[in-house]
């Protein structure tokens, strides 16, 4: 399968506890995207990677939040401290240059 | 008041019936215009791109109106596969990033 993989699919944790997700781009895509939707909403922006650099972040993604994309491949998003407010699909997307493609999100519930 | 702005409905139609989307945007600045679909629990799938002077896939049409900042998508000949969540997505600059409206459910029934 050669298109966005995300891992794990499904994630329930503790409040407080730290999560981490990963997500592996279609291999020749620069860019990389992370979205978050929950129930009844579209994706939200919440940061963009261009190879190894991350250039943007969206207000949303609080002090807690932390993206990386070490070798301008895989990226994980680390949420520390998890709150019942981050339960939502993490969405992960990689682009060419007319279309972003998603992966098939991570599912995070927080107890 | 949000960037992109959808009727979220759900729109309950009969097969074979022609509904039709709307969807405003906020920022003038906005460049690409999409809509993308999303079965229940699944990704986002890029449907089609919006141009100004419109554009046609098939059953599917998609046009925009720069001026009033109003996005819409036609289906006409609806089928039970239709039925989905169609989300109006606006790109505002260089970084790709894409806004995306709330979304608009549609079923269609037998």
């Known amino acids: 399968d050669t298109g966005v993989s995300q891992d794990p699919r499904h994630k329930i944790t503790k409040r407080g506890q730290n999560v981490t997700f990963r997500c592996d781009p279609i291999?020749?895509?620069?860019?990389l995207y992370w979205y978050r939707q929950t129930l009844g909403q579209g994706p939200e922006f919440l940061t963009y990677?261009?190879?190894?650099?991350?250039?943007?972040k969206s207000r949303l993604l609080s002090d807690r939040f932390s993206a990386e994309r070490p070798k301008g491949s895989f990226s994980t998003l680390e949420i520390q401290r998890t709150e019942q407010g981050d339960s939502a699909m993490y969405l992960c997307?990689?682009?060419?240059?007319?279309?972003?493609?998603f992966g098939p999100g991570t599912r995070l519930t927080v107890t | 008041r949000k960037e992109v702005e959808q009727d979220p409905g759900p729109f309950n139609v009969p097969e074979g019936a022609t509904v039709a989307f709307n969807c405003t945007y906020s920022?003038?600045?906005?460049?690409?215009f999409f809509w993308y679909r999303q079965d229940c629990r699944k990704e986002p799938k890029l449907l089609m791109s919006?141009?100004?002077s419109g554009n046609e896939d098939g059953r599917f049409t998609a046009q925009l109106n720069r001026a009033s900042q109003y996005i819409s998508l036609l289906i006409r000949d609806s089928k039970l596969s239709d039925s989905a969540t169609y989300l109006c997505?606006?790109?505002?600059?260089?970084?790709?990033?894409?806004?995306f409206g709330q979304g608009t459910t549609l079923q269609v029934k037998p």
């Open positions: 997307a990689s682009s060419s240059p007319h279309e972003q493609y």
């Open positions: 291999s020749e895509h620069n860019r």
């Open positions: 990677f261009q190879n190894e650099a991350q250039l943007e």
């Open positions: 920022n003038s600045a906005s460049q690409s």
């Open positions: 919006v141009y100004s």
């Open positions: 997505v606006v790109n505002t600059g260089n970084t790709g990033k894409l806004i």
